[in-house]
T-cell receptor, first 115, second 114 residues
């Protein structure tokens, strides 16, 4: 089955700096790659996603890039703010996110924004 | 609009007992998935229901089961609880078939088995 590796497990950056989290996946049939943010006591919240027919997607301070050949995708957060502190998860799916095969998640990255 | 609602938020059970967790998806969402989250294993897919049918199941023992009702609400059941079943159980709903994708998660049910 699919295997998703996520690095680093912990990332500490100064407020205002950029943060980059990287994931690799094993199944070339995967076609949907979402990123989730989880705050303490809450469920994961979708922050951005990308499909395999797109190489990059941006939403304000957040961007995701996908390299299908290398089977890796990355989350980029610019101008980090204290409210960006959370655990971030990458995931992969073969069903376009429509539900049938579920999401395979990475182990998560604890992002700490230092004031 | 209302998000995904999971009840109860917290639950403490004894080994050997069984437990039922409930999930109400976002109105109009017909796909409901369940995930188990633990510090060691992370987020793992349990099963997915669509129109009252289980379409896929993760790698969990048969003690874990679920069902979906005609109004898309879903329940999951864990029988003969073990200490290792202590986890945050998350439900996610998805809009299927209209070109709109992505899961919306609830806040989860924290199950502690003692």
């Amino acid at each position: 089955g699919e295997n998703v590796e996520q690095h680093p497990s912990t990332l500490s950056v100064q407020e205002g700096d950029s943060a980059v989290i990287k994931c690799t996946y094993s199944d070339s049939a995967s076609n949907y790659f979402p990123w989730y943010k989880q705050e303490l006591g809450k469920g994961p919240q979708l922050i951005i996603d990308i499909r395999s027919n797109v190489g990059e997607k941006k939403d304000q301070r957040i961007a995701v890039t996908l390299n299908k050949t290398a089977k890796h995708f990355s989350l980029h957060i610019t101008e980090t703010q204290p409210e960006d502190s959370a655990v971030y998860f990458c995931a992969a799916s073969k069903s376009g996110g429509g539900g049938a095969d579920g999401l395979t998640f990475g182990k998560g990255t604890h992002l700490i924004i230092q004031p | 609009k209302a998000g995904v609602t999971q009840t109860p938020r917290y639950l403490i059970k004894t080994r050997g007992q069984q437990v039922t967790l409930s999930c109400s998806p976002i109105s109009g969402h017909r796909s409901v998935s369940w995930y188990q989250q633990t510090p060691g294993q992370g987020l793992q897919f349990l099963f997915e229901y669509f129109s009252e049918t289980q379409r896929n199941k993760g790698n969990f023992p048969g003690r874990f089961s679920g069902r979906q009702f005609s109004n898309s609400r879903s329940e999951m059941n864990v029988s003969t609880l073990e200490l290792g079943d202590s986890a945050l159980y998350l439900c996610a709903s998805s809009l299927v078939g209209t070109g709109s994708y992505g899961y919306t998660f609830g806040s989860g049910t924290r199950l502690t088995v003692v």
